[in-house]
């Protein structure tokens, strides 16, 4: 049984960085694709990043792309989202899921954590 549980997000500002963290367990996700979404008040949950095939590749929301970075460590069965100059429309739950073939679709994933709160204010 794989569990993730996401950490590391908070209350921050306009320009701040934070780093999520995502440690799974259970099972081995090196060889797999790993996928942070996010879900702002009102809206539905969309795609933010992808750690493609163990890592092989990356893919990113163009509304993040060039300030959020994905990254792992596969001997440690941890994904990581590094998130560099915020803004107010990064504010939401970011969650983590693992195992797609396709990795931005969210119905592709096998297993989901609970989320944590991400919190940009002006």
């Known amino acids: 049984q794989v569990r993730l549980v996401e950490s590391g997000g908070g209350l921050v500002q306009v320009g701040d960085s934070l780093r999520l963290s995502c440690a799974a367990s259970?099972?081995?996700?090196?060889?797999?694709?790993m996928g942070w979404f996010r879900q702002a008040p009102g809206k539905e949950r969309e795609f933010v990043a992808a750690?493609?095939?163990?890592?092989?590749?990356?893919a990113y929301a163009d509304s993040v792309k060039g300030r959020f970075t994905i990254s792992r460590d596969n001997a440690k069965n941890t994904v990581y989202l590094q998130m560099n100059s915020l803004k107010p429309e990064d504010t939401a739950v970011y969650y983590c899921?693992?195992?797609?073939?396709?990795?931005?679709?969210?119905?592709?994933?096998?297993?989901w954590g609970q989320g944590t709160q991400v919190t940009v204010s002006s």
């Open positions: 750690s493609i095939w163990g890592g092989i590749s990356r």
């Open positions: 259970g099972g081995t996700l090196s060889r797999d694709t």
């Open positions: 899921a693992a195992r797609s073939n396709n990795y931005r679709e969210q119905m592709t994933y096998n297993y």
